[in-house]
């Protein structure tokens, strides 16, 4: 109860402080995780573990990221078009739902919240969580590597993906070993945060 309750204690502290910095995000992380768990209630916030595990690892694999491969694959599957599947990987890791998930659990756990609403406090949050998880991949099995992407006019196969600060934005690079040993990079654009 102690440990929840000093949890508790600092994720209010953080969301009613106006600035952010790496270290208060990565103590976010770490708490967000071990509230989660305490409260029994990980597998009811999928993105908000998901995001914490990429924070917490050097990379994921597909034991640790087993529902987003699982829909990358899918998209690689079902899309007809590359532009089709490179859309749709960028959806599968917004960090929209992440966002939303957030705000759930801010306001079933925490009783002090001033800046929830904030768009402006979201979009500086997620852009120093995504510096801290850039060049973190995610990477797709082996049976995923050997899918052919030609159908869909891809000639190289993917093994993975990461965020990258690339030209002062943040991309989805597309991870394949034919890419790198001709000295290519397959960066997709990637909206940080936006309203429905």
């Known amino acids: 109860m102690m440990l929840e309750k000093r949890i508790i204690n600092q994720l209010e502290e953080y969301f009613n402080s106006p600035k952010a910095s790496f270290e208060s995000i990565a103590l976010v992380i770490v ?11 990980a597998n009811d916030y999928p993105k908000v573990k998901f995001y914490c595990d990429w924070f ?23 899309s007809e078009l590359k532009n089709n599947f490179l859309l749709q990987v960028s959806k599968i890791i917004g960090v929209q739902e992440f ?22 406090f979201w979009i500086d949050f997620l852009k120093l969580y995504l510096n801290l998880i850039t060049h973190k991949p995610i990477l797709f099995s ?40 001709s000295n290519k990079n397959l960066y997709l654009d990637y909206n940080l945060y936006r309203e429905n």
């Open 142 to 181: 082996k049976e995923m590597k050997s899918l052919d992407m030609s159908d869909i006019g891809f000639d190289f196969k993917i093994y993975g993906l990461q965020f990258v600060d690339y030209e002062d934005s943040f991309k989805i690079e597309i991870l394949s070993e034919q890419l790198e040993a």
């Open 99 to 120: 966002v939303i998930e957030l705000k759930e659990i801010i306001y079933k756990y925490l009783k002090s919240r001033n800046n929830i609403d904030d768009d402006r």
């Open 56 to 78: 917490l690892h050097s990379q994921l694999d597909r034991k640790s990221a087993k529902e987003v491969v699982i829909s990358i694959k899918e998209a690689m599957i079902k």
């Open 31 to 41: 708490n967000l995780r071990m509230l989660i768990e305490i409260k029994e209630v």
